[in-house]
């Protein structure tokens, strides 16, 4: 009796779930926007680097950074939105960049001292 009633309680749930609508699959779920990636400033000797706007909350921010590194001021920017943070508005010109400790950073300003 009981494999009797075990059989059909199977049927019945067999039947109900053939009988079901599809479940729509829901879409892949949206990976969370990436972090902008700080351009490299790797570099071996002074011609390696550049000067590149690398972006800021304000819009343009010139950096020294490799010559093939790729930056992304707009995602800068629109990180900076989503995430409601602000910068000082501003820049200092950069004339040109050197390697220093492996590292692209600004020369010094012609005429300017050393330090």
């Known amino acids: 009796m009981i494999g009797r009633g075990l059989a059909l309680a199977c049927c019945v749930w067999?039947?109900?779930?053939?009988?079901?609508a599809p479940r729509e699959e829901s879409p892949p779920a949206q990976p969370a926007e990436a972090a902008v990636?700080?351009?490299?400033?790797?570099?071996?000797?002074?011609?390696?680097?550049?000067?590149k706007n690398v972006g800021n909350c304000c819009g343009y921010f010139p950096a020294c950074v490799h010559k093939d590194a790729a930056t992304f001021p707009e995602q800068v920017k629109a990180e900076c939105a989503r995430e409601?943070?602000?910068?000082?508005?501003?820049?200092?010109?950069?004339?040109?960049?050197?390697?220093?400790?492996?590292?692209?950073?600004?020369?010094?300003?012609?005429?300017a001292e050393v330090q």
């Open 14 to 20: 067999l039947a109900a779930c053939a009988g079901a």
């Open 84 to 111: 409601g943070r602000m910068a000082i508005c501003g820049f200092a010109e950069i004339d040109a960049c050197q390697c220093v400790e492996n590292r692209c950073v600004a020369a010094p300003a012609a005429g």
């Open 37 to 51: 990636q700080e351009p490299s400033r790797h570099c071996e000797v002074d011609a390696d680097c550049a000067v």
